[in-house]
């Protein structure tokens, strides 16, 4: 089936003539309409404009378009709700945002465009990114395509389930404290958080402005250095982004790793930590070994303040980042006696319960009184996080996690504790702080029920061809990534 | 710092978010809980360190004072929810 391939695949069948865009984009659509009434992936689709859109790259390849110029040309791509592509919805997963549709393109959806990519949906998510578990979504929850009782992790869970799933060949999600890795970590498929700057934010809807960075979902870590590429570069529209050139990320893919230095940070063996993941994890760290690289144990000393830190500057920032929901602009409105009423009565309407949790927490700690005990010393742990890994990375060239402690919970398991929620982002949330990049690859499933466990390599800054390197290298000698659920 | 009672009422006044008597029970415990967890802070020494804002220091990105393009009027508006004469309607301010 076309649409269980991947961008590597298909392209080389593209260039061949072997297929064509619109039966590519046909076979994701028949899959959408089959798989979501059970998983509820896409908050809005468009077949009309999927195939029209493929026509036209049919057309291009027809007179001889460049593949080298166009490397997307032709594929299925699906983006979160977060990122703006004009004429279509940008609701954020949120009642705030129903109605509204996009003015512009954001710059990653610009690049993709140019890429030849063809621009299916919009995928569900937490609402304004707030969330781990796309609980949080205004609009339903999606279920995860291995067990459709459990969540597929969040925040860009719909993102990791579209791909898991075969809906589109890839997506793009967004990852402010883990949501692209530890979706795909439950889901059972390749994730990547670039370095911080290395994509550009313009277009992205903001939520933590110095966490926030896009990146790709894939079935293979070759697709994710490909969709990398395409994404990746300096943008005069977003001061944070940087300025190094993008290297061709695909050529790091050597399949070797000898004298690979690997570090395993001792503080995250923690308690909670379930044993089949723990399990999985030090097989593929074994694994690893056999194909040459040198396991090292490391510390990164201040983990266990990495949580109370992401959730003070986070919240502080979401709290700044949110005031522009008013009623006034754009989205939901609901009046008021004064401009006062009018806004607090249309945010009170409009967010969901995880959002005004997030932007009165980061009120306070941002407030008169508060700020120094909370926001203050919150940034200067956030430079011990930071020191940790520099240290760390003065010794090793990449980091070895577990993504997650646990595989998939059930839906509704942790609603009802928002810190319990909070705490299960502990594997990711440092890299975050630190800026540093991050992948998630599948490394096992857990016995019954038979749920995805994804193994986590950290960079340092720009470090993303090395931890692709060693990604591709181990999935190259296992079979996990191929595995596909048999749930629908 | 001892951590005092959460003012939910008056937190979310700042926030401009209305909550129903529910929510504010909620929600303020909730905070309690959350505000309980983040004092671990507190254990470290940060006397002699700086805070960090941003992840990749980036400086003196500029760019040239020159008008270029932008959008639309009417693209800027599409998406109000009132507008008159081209402009975003808003209850009165002034008395």
Redesign the interface.
């Known amino acids: 089936m076309l649409n269980q391939r991947t961008i590597q695949e298909l392209i080389q069948q593209l260039e061949k003539k072997e297929v064509s865009s619109q039966e590519i984009t046909q076979a994701c659509l028949d899959r959408i309409q089959a798989a979501e009434p059970k998983l509820h992936a896409y908050l809005h689709i468009d077949p009309d404009d999927a195939l029209a859109q493929a026509e036209c790259a049919d057309n291009a390849i027809a007179k001889g378009a460049d593949f080298k110029l166009q490397p997307l040309l032709g594929i299925p791509i699906s983006l979160k709700d977060v990122i703006a592509v004009r004429g279509q919805p940008l609701t954020c997963a949120s009642r705030i945002l129903e109605?509204?549709?996009s003015?512009?393109d954001a710059t990653v959806a610009h690049h993709l465009k140019e890429a030849g990519a063809i621009l299916v949906g919009r995928l569900n998510m937490d609402e304004f990114a707030m969330g781990s578990s796309t609980e949080n979504s205004a609009f339903g929850r999606t279920s995860n395509p291995w067990d459709l009782e459990r969540i597929p992790g969040g925040s860009s869970g719909a993102s990791a389930v579209a791909v898991a799933a075969d809906e589109c060949i890839a997506s793009l999600g967004s990852d402010t404290g883990g949501s692209i890795r530890q979706p795909a970590a439950l889901c059972g498929c390749i994730g990547f958080k670039p370095?911080?700057?290395r994509v550009s934010r313009y277009g992205l809807v903001a939520f933590a402005s110095?966490?926030d960075q896009i990146g790709p979902f894939t079935k293979t870590v070759y697709d994710a250095a490909t969709m990398l590429q395409v994404i990746s570069g300096n943008d005069?529209r977003d001061?944070?982004?940087?300025?190094q050139p993008v290297p061709v990320y695909t050529k790091a893919l050597t399949g070797d790793i000898k004298g690979v230095r690997l570090g395993l940070p001792k503080e995250f063996m923690v308690e909670g930590l379930d044993p089949e993941v723990e399990t999985a994890v030090r097989q593929a760290v074994d694994h690893l070994q056999s194909l040459g690289a040198e396991i090292k144990e490391i510390s990164l000393p201040?983990t266990?303040?990495a949580?109370?830190?992401y959730?003070?500057v986070a919240t502080a920032e979401a709290?700044a980042n949110l005031?522009r929901y008013?009623?006034?602009?754009?989205?939901?409105?609901v009046?008021?006696?004064?401009?006062?009423e009018?806004?607090?009565?249309t945010?009170?309407?409009g967010?969901g319960?995880e959002v005004?949790?997030r932007?009165?927490?980061?009120?306070?700690v941002l407030?008169s009184g508060y700020y120094d005990?909370?926001y203050?010393?919150?940034?200067?742990?956030?430079?011990?996080i930071?020191q940790d890994f520099q240290k760390a990375f003065e010794e090793v060239d990449a980091i070895v996690t577990p993504t997650t402690p646990t595989a998939a919970f059930k839906a509704g398991e942790k609603t009802g504790d928002?810190?319990k929620m909070?705490l299960s982002d502990i594997f990711t949330i440092s890299c975050?702080?630190?800026?540093n990049c991050g992948i998630s690859v599948p490394c096992g499933f857990t016995s019954s029920p038979n749920l995805p466990i994804g193994l986590q390599i950290l960079g340092p800054?720009f470090g993303e061809e090395t931890i692709l390197r060693i990604a591709h290298a181990y999935e190259q000698s296992t079979a996990w990534h191929k595995e596909r659920t048999k749930v629908l | 710092?001892a951590q005092q009672e959460?003012d939910?009422r008056y937190?979310?006044?700042?926030?401009?978010?209305?909550?129903?008597p529910e929510?504010q029970e909620?929600?303020g415990a909730?905070?309690n809980?959350?505000?309980g967890?983040?004092q671990?802070?507190?254990e470290?020494d940060?006397s002699q360190?700086?805070?960090?804002?941003?992840?990749?220091p980036?400086t003196n990105?500029t760019?040239p004072d020159e008008p270029a393009e932008t959008?639309s009027h009417e693209?800027?508006l599409?998406?109000?929810?009132?507008t008159s004469n081209g402009l975003?309607l808003?209850?009165?301010?002034v008395e």
């Open positions: 109605t509204f549709r003015p512009y370095t911080y700057g110095s966490l005069p001061s944070t982004s940087l300025r201040h266990d303040y949580v109370a830190t959730y003070i709290s005031a008013d009623g006034i602009r754009y989205g939901l409105r009046e008021g006696k004064d401009p006062n009018l806004y607090t009565k945010r009170g309407a967010f319960p005004k949790r932007v009165i927490l980061g009120t306070y407030s005990a909370y203050l010393r919150a940034q200067k742990v956030r430079t011990l930071r928002p810190l909070y975050n702080l630190a800026g800054h | 710092m959460f939910i937190v979310a006044n700042l926030a401009r978010i209305q909550l129903s929510e909620t929600l909730q905070m809980d959350i505000l967890y983040v671990k802070l507190q470290l940060v360190v700086d805070p960090t804002a941003h992840a990749m980036v990105v760019q959008m693209n800027a599409r998406n109000a929810p009132s975003f808003v209850p009165k301010i």
